[in-house]
């Protein structure tokens, strides 16, 4: 089964910008698709972003313009840029590979936003 470690997560002020990392300890184009997703206390998980093996992106259109999803192939990893972030951003942001029905799930990064 796939490994997946998130980085990239930490304490920014409003308005601040993070790019979170996702390394992928098998080749990324093993997977139909690479996602973002985050969960704030008390709430649901929710999706963020989604890139697919050909490199078609999606985003929750909530976030659309702020958060940017990418990955470089040559080393397996998935990044998120988040610009302009606001406390409601505040969450673990976990990194997933889909392969079919299967899914695989990193540890998650913690990303708080406060002043």
């Known amino acids: 089964q796939v490994q997946l470690v998130e980085s990239g997560g930490g304490l920014v002020q409003p308005g601040g910008s993070l790019r979170l990392s996702c390394a992928a300890s098998?080749?990324?184009?093993?997977?139909?698709?690479m996602g973002w997703y985050r969960q704030a206390p008390g709430k649901q998980r929710e999706w963020v972003a989604s890139i697919t093996r050909d490199g078609s992106i999606t985003y929750v259109d909530s976030l659309k313009g702020r958060f940017t999803i990418s990955r470089s192939i040559g080393k397996n990893t998935v990044y998120l840029q988040m610009n302009s972030l606001k406390p409601e951003d505040t969450a673990i942001y976990y990194c997933?590979?889909?392969?079919?029905?299967?899914?695989?799930w990193g540890q998650g990064t913690q990303v708080i936003v406060s002043s």
């Open positions: 997933d590979a889909k392969a079919g029905i299967l899914d695989s």
């Open positions: 098998d080749s990324i184009f093993n997977f139909d698709a």
